[in-house]
């Protein structure tokens, strides 16, 4: 069982930057995918970026966050991250940290499917 918690998040004016941050704990390992996840009310969950914590690959970002959005993982400390930057009402949202023991082909896929995901943090950004 990996259990993951998201920090960071809140409220930032249009063009600010927010820093999110998913502490993962439990039979965590040093290869395996992780993410990050959003979600508006009535819309489908959207993966925002991904990364495979073994290194080795570029990670993934969603097409919206592109030159934005950059995805780290700190393997000693367990703990992803997405630094936000250049922050859009559009990209107000819930965000989730998501984690799955899969192989790298699949983690950039576009379209896997977390085994475990935190409990989500809001992103308010404001006009």
């Known amino acids: 069982q990996v259990r993951l918690k998201e920090s960071g998040g809140g409220s930032v004016q249009a063009g600010g930057a927010q820093r999110l941050a998913c502490a993962a704990s439990?039979?965590?390992?040093?290869?395996?995918?992780m993410g990050w996840f959003r979600q508006t009310p009535g819309k489908d969950h959207e993966e925002v970026a991904t990364i495979y914590t073994g290194g080795g690959h570029s990670p993934y970002y969603a097409d919206s966050v592109k030159g934005r959005f950059t995805i780290s993982h700190d393997n000693k400390e367990k703990t992803l991250y997405l630094d936000m930057n250049s922050l859009k009402p559009e990209d107000t949202a819930m965000y989730y940290c998501?984690?799955?023991?899969?192989?790298?082909?699949?983690?950039?896929?576009?379209?896997?499917?977390?085994?475990?995901r935190g409990q989500g943090t809001q992103v308010t950004v404001s006009s």
């Open positions: 998501a984690a799955a023991f899969i192989e790298v082909y699949d983690c950039y896929s576009g379209s896997w499917s977390p085994n475990f």
């Open positions: 439990g039979a965590t390992d040093d290869n395996f995918c």
